[in-house]
């Protein structure tokens, strides 16, 4: 007995050792881990935090941050070098600029693009309105203007989404001949009860908490939520009607900021105060590969649209 209990005793203590050296070689390997950090637009969340970052990592064996906000809110705190990363991947060319005259960015590449829709909830109480106006039985802005039907998009001052669905909004007027059409759907410009930041936008959707938002196909994909599809004079995804069209559509917002319409492409760029500059660089290659591309393809992105910035 005394024999068997000093062998499970040795036996006891091998262990031991086994899972404390096991811990240590982890905690050596977490700390020896490269780390790359993205700072994306907020509607990117599904596929950078669940697909594209976490493939990337496996990959380079790195470890894989996101930072989701509105483009123009990260290009301002990077700017003003009050957030780091190594890469920023945004939507529109605007917030890209804030960051080439900081002289942070030299050059930016397309890696995807999307287009505006009309995104609704499953759970929303209008569900079989916005249903019929998909199948052109109903018009869609007459839905949104519909007695308590709560509309969510993002601040048009900080985040290119919320600027995005008043100049749909602007062009839909003309469009139809309605010139009450965004005051109808809207109100206010900058309308507190309908603004939301962007990574919450999809999830109170998700939820029931909100009836419809006018957002992107990509994000309202990622999520799996229904949509209405927009013709291509509304929904700033056709680049042919960019000069004859689309830049007839301006508004200006109560702070003095102008909105234009942009591109609705994608961008990404290295920053210049990158901590892993080499990761940034490998992990911008990869959103343009094959494998990136399907990533981009199987989460509701269209291919890249353009050149560089």
Sequence with gaps: MNALRCYLDVKFRHLMVFLLCSLICASVLAQTSPVVRIAYAGSMGVVMDNAAG?????????????????????ARLLAAHQL?????????????????????????????????VVIYSPHSRFVADFAAASRGEKKWYEVLSEPGLHLGR?????????????????????????PDLL???????????????????????EAGQID???????????????????????????????KSWYEHASITLDNGKSLHVQPLVFYAAVLADAQQ?????????????????????????????????
């Design 54 to 74: 976490p493939a990337f990592a496996k990959a380079h064996h790195a470890t894989y941050q996101g930072i989701g906000q509105g483009s123009y809110a990260l």
């Design 84 to 116: 780091q990363a190594d890469v920023f991947v945004t939507i529109t060319p605007g917030p890209m600029q804030v960051l080439k005259q900081a002289g942070l960015v030299a050059s930016a590449v397309p890696v995807a693009s999307t287009q505006m």
């Design 154 to 178: 993002t601040d048009p001052v900080i985040d290119p989404q919320g600027a995005n669905a008043l100049l749909s909004l602007r062009l839909a007027a003309d469009y139809y001949h309605q």
């Design 183 to 205: 005051k109808n759907v809207v109100g206010t410009l900058q309308n507190p009860s309908q603004i939301f930041t962007e990574p919450s936008l999809m999830s109170r959707l």
């Design 212 to 242: 419809a938002a006018i957002g992107y196909l990509s994000a309202a994909q990622s999520h799996h939520l229904p949509t209405i599809a927009l013709p291509d004079e509304i929904n700033l995804g056709n680049p042919d009607l960019q």
């Design 277 to 309: 500059p080499q990761l940034g660089r490998d992990f911008v290659s990869f959103l343009q590969s094959a494998q990136g591309q399907t990533l981009f393809r199987e989460h509701g992105y269209s291919a890249p649209r353009g050149n560089g910035l």
